[in-house]
């Protein structure tokens, strides 16, 4: 086989979460020793090291990795990225898409490495708003761009599946820097992650 991915948990954290879910699945008032959930505190534990990944991965050297050259200044969208990540107040999944711009000043990078750099801060305990800014933060830190732009577009789960149960909300955040600043630019990138080019 050419190809073989292999997926490494910390067995101390692994062992750590499953007694924390089976100790939880019992306190809800299920036998944690029926058929049905004898793995389920494993699964639980390998779950959420995998959901929370990001915390393990560095954003910048993502960026820097594939970092060159270049003299162009036109601007650069990326749109439609999915992500999934977990609302830290809950821990209740939220999942959308986010959208990406900027305007390099010298350098760009692979446009992989932006779905990358989404994943890092996506694949964390988080809330929606910080998660724009951290996005929008590390594409500045690295690339030193014109301008650069993100916009999210999610649904929560802590907001459909309990409280005020409202299953069609989308909550919508957004962070500029440069020249998405001034409303000519910013006007071009939304009119761009709007419109269905394809």
């Given at each position: 086989?050419?190809?073989?991915?292999?997926?490494?948990?910390?067995?101390?954290v692994?062992?750590?979460?499953?007694?924390?879910y089976?100790?939880?699945?019992a306190?809800?008032?299920?036998?944690?020793?029926?058929?049905?959930?004898?793995?389920?505190?494993?699964?639980?534990?390998?779950?959420?090291?995998?959901?929370?990944?990001?915390?393990?991965?560095d954003?910048?050297?993502?960026?820097?990795?594939?970092?060159?050259?270049?003299?162009?200044?036109e601007?650069?969208?990326?749109?439609?990225i999915e992500?999934?990540?977990?609302?830290?107040?809950?821990?209740?999944?939220?999942?959308?898409?986010?959208?990406?711009?900027y305007?390099?000043?010298?350098?760009i990078?692979?446009?992989?490495?932006m779905?990358?750099?989404?994943?890092?801060?996506?694949?964390?305990?988080?809330?929606?708003?910080?998660?724009?800014?951290?996005?929008?933060?590390?594409?500045?830190?690295?690339?030193?761009?014109?301008?650069?732009?993100?916009?999210?577009?999610?649904?929560?789960?802590?907001?459909?599946?309990?409280?005020?149960?409202?299953?069609?909300?989308?909550?919508?955040?957004?962070?500029?820097?440069?020249?998405?600043?001034?409303?000519?630019?910013r006007?071009e990138?939304l009119?761009?992650?709007?419109?269905?080019l394809?």
């Open positions: 086989m050419a190809y073989n991915k292999l997926e490494e948990y910390d067995e101390n692994t062992q750590g979460l499953m007694k924390t089976r100790d939880s699945i306190l809800l008032g299920e036998d944690p020793d029926r058929e049905g959930l004898l793995k389920t505190p494993e699964r639980m534990a390998k779950a959420m090291q995998f959901i929370t990944q990001g915390y393990q991965q954003a910048q050297a993502i960026l820097n990795s594939a970092k060159f050259h270049e003299d162009v200044s601007m650069v969208v990326v749109k439609d992500l999934y990540s977990m609302c830290e107040h809950h821990m209740l999944p939220f999942f959308g898409k986010a959208h990406i711009a305007i390099p000043n010298g350098w990078t692979g446009l992989s490495k779905a990358r750099v989404v994943d890092v801060y996506s694949r964390r305990l988080q809330v929606q708003e910080r998660l724009t800014t951290q996005i929008l933060d590390a594409i500045v830190e690295s690339l030193q761009p014109l301008g650069a732009a993100v916009v999210i577009e999610a649904s929560h789960l802590c907001m459909m599946m309990r409280g005020v149960s409202k299953q069609n909300s989308v909550t919508t955040t957004s962070a500029f820097s440069g020249e998405f600043e001034k409303y000519p630019t006007n990138f009119k761009l992650i709007s419109s269905k394809h």
